[in-house]
T-cell receptor
Framework: NAGVTQTPKFQVLKTGQSMTLQCAQD?????MSWYRQDPGMGLRLIHY???????DQGEVPNGYNVSRSTTEDFPLRLLSAAPSQTSVYFC???????????FGSGTRLTVV | GESVGLHLPTLSVQEGDNSIINCAYS??????FIWYKQESGKGPQFIID?????DKRQGQRVTVLLNKTVKHLSLQIAATQPGDSAVYFC????????????FGQGTELSVKP
């Protein structure tokens, strides 16, 4: 039981490049979310999913796309990276809507 | 708009003392609250949660209090240890919104030996 696995742990991108941040969980959780965390701030919700095939926007969705083709995976895509997307990204999952979410260890992204 | 905020950004305590971290929330529709601990370079770790039909919940060395009248919750850590040093976040889960969590800014707890 690995929990929530995020890859890569670190990434440097040039402005305009695209990439996908991977998130996988092996706990059969229906609910999955992506957050970004900027220095000295709390976590802000980017996108979330309540089950396979269902996604919705959070507080800061611009510049990011998601899909949920399986229960286990919830990748986050940056289509054209911008320096403002430099941040630490966390993926989280939960079995029910009102359960404590389990977080991954994060991806630290720098856009230059 | 919806917000969850913390009164104190930093808190320094002596080892062995009790710590109290406060949090205010603004969405009266929130019915579930969680406290997370985040150590440097790691993801948030679940500490304790409380539902809106309760006003107190205890765990191992931690207690969460919820006051719905003034939209306030607190995290109490008993006999604080150096390993408790971290940033603590409160998060609220508005009812029937797909499990979205709204996080506060966080409080950094520093424990002096």
């Amino acid at each position: 039981n690995a929990g929530v696995t995020q890859t890569p742990k670190f990434q440097v991108l040039k402005t305009g490049q695209s990439m996908t941040l991977q998130c996988a969980q092996d706990m059969n959780h229906e609910y999955m979310s992506w957050y970004r965390q900027d220095p000295g701030m709390g976590l802000r919700l980017i996108h979330y999913s309540v089950g396979a095939g269902i996604t919705d926007q959070g507080e800061v969705p611009n510049g990011y796309n998601v899909s949920r083709s399986t229960t286990e995976d919830f990748p986050l895509r940056l289509l054209s990276a911008a320096p403002s997307q430099t941040s630490v990204y966390f993926c989280a999952s939960s079995y029910r809507e009102t359960d404590g979410y389990t977080f991954g260890s994060g991806t630290r992204l720098t856009v230059v | 708009g919806e917000s969850v905020g913390l009164h104190l950004p930093t808190l320094s305590v002596q080892e062995g003392d009790n710590s109290i971290i406060n949090c205010a929330y603004s969405n009266s529709a929130s019915d579930y609250f969680i406290w997370y601990k985040q150590e440097s370079g790691k993801g948030p770790q679940f500490i304790i949660d409380i539902r809106s039909n309760m006003d107190k919940r205890q765990g191992q060395r931690v207690t969460v209090l919820l006051n719905k009248t003034v939209k306030h919750l607190s995290l109490q850590i008993a006999a604080t240890q150096p390993g408790d040093s971290a940033v603590y976040f409160c998060a609220e889960n508005p009812y029937n919104q797909g499990g979205k969590l709204i996080f506060g800014q966080g409080t950094e707890l520093s424990v002096k030996p």
